[in-house]
């Protein structure tokens, strides 16, 4: 099957409906629930933007084992300009949101294809594992399917690893290995977009190492669908009014939930890693999965960092306040995080190198630098539009005032010194829904932790960071000024 449309995706929903539950009631149909069907479309619009004539090239190339066109965000990388290619098909997704929906297909796919072409790392310990990995990638690309994952165990006592927990199952584990495949038990967090197709469950890159930790270090990948997986959901943040009052959350509200595993059975084909917690661990670096999914993340980035730079540059000439210094220095900060993560992905592109495996694999240092500062420069460009706004925040009539005897009224005291009231309400509307509401709140946290504890993150870049030559550097010049010094 070539790329699949937005009406192929939403059938899939409906043939293979997942285990959701929200509100403490099971979903029915998801395409239809007032929970997901925003989102669903969102979604559906995207796989439809594939089928654009004038983006053919952009979005999709010809798979080397059907012969049809599929995503190119399944596109293996071997030159600079494959890394290019890609990085444009997946602007193009984040713009349709305004970096709005983190977890757009893309993002995993990136992961599945660099995973599948790293293959050989899978099949150390087990050459079955080797090839299950391959076959999947092509399942996923042939099909077009759409990814969820989960990585985060419960935080239930985080003092302690998952076999320390009150009950060893709390943690999503590994019961028992049968002839069918491996039964898994537990729970893990954090399945953004549940609505997809299929799960990746990642190894978790904490364990310890000890033998406790081997029940729970696995890879594998299995249909939402399939029968003891359950999604408990939060409350949603589309609060089902209209485009008008929630301009973000009634169309990008992703869902995040906690992923329950019943007695799951992972059929062997579906394994990828298995009890190899040293494996497990160093995955995500060792195949470059890391980086190509950072690429995919700074491009969401770059896309995001627009978009608020523009509702930011709307709001102060709909009120005419871009005369006053402290407004300029605002907006001109914006302007630096946008020209930052520009620079970054530019750098892991021009700096990218062929892999062991032969996969052009973008340079990881400016990705790590660029994922880690967003963390901070995200939750600051939303305070920066709160500052802009101020009480023009709160000021904004809903579209049922607009429809009410009360227009009038409105279109006079609402009207800005460049907008009329509709398009300044409108506006407003949009700030709000990306800084403050349940949404934009949201969204904050999501940034903050896209990756995980922004102090390990850190931590992690401490260990791994060369920077030994420029230690050597400054031996050099102290020893250089020494020898100077005692010669005069």
Known sequence: ????????????????PPEIWIGGERVGDVAAHPAFRNVVRSVAALY?????????DQMTFVSPSSGERVGMSFLVPRTHNDLALVRTMMKTWADYSGGMMGRAPDYLNRAITAFAAAAPYCGENDPRFADNVRRYYEHCRDRDLCLTHTLINPQANRSAGPS????????AAIVRETDAGVIIRGAR????????????????TLLRGKDEDRPYAFAFAIPCSASGLKFICRETFDPGGSTFDHPLASRFEEMDAVVIFEDVIVPWERVFLLRDVERCNKAFSATGAVAHMAHQVVTKNIAKTEFLLGIASLMVDAIAIDQFQHVQSKIAEIIYYLESMRAFARA????????AWGVMTPAWPPLDAARNMFTWMYPRMVEI???LGASGMMARPTQADMESPLRPLIEKYFQAAQADAVDRIKLFRLAWDATLSS????????????FGDPVRMQMATFASYDRLPYVERVRQFLAREHALARRS
């Open 1 to 16: 099957m070539p790329a699949r449309t937005g009406n192929e995706f939403i059938q899939g929903l409906k043939d293979h």
């Open 164 to 171: 320390g927990q009150a009950d060893p199952y709390l943690a």
């Open 48 to 56: 439809d933007l594939q089928h654009d004539a004038a983006l053919r």
């Open 385 to 387: 539009l709160q500052l």
């Open 189 to 204: 967090m954090l399945a953004t977009l549940p609505l997809a197709d299929e799960i990746l469950v990642f190894p978790s």
């Open 439 to 450: 949404f934009g709140s949201r969204q904050v946290i999501y940034e903050r932790f896209f």
């Open 348 to 355: 892991s592109e021009a700096d990218a190198t062929l892999n």
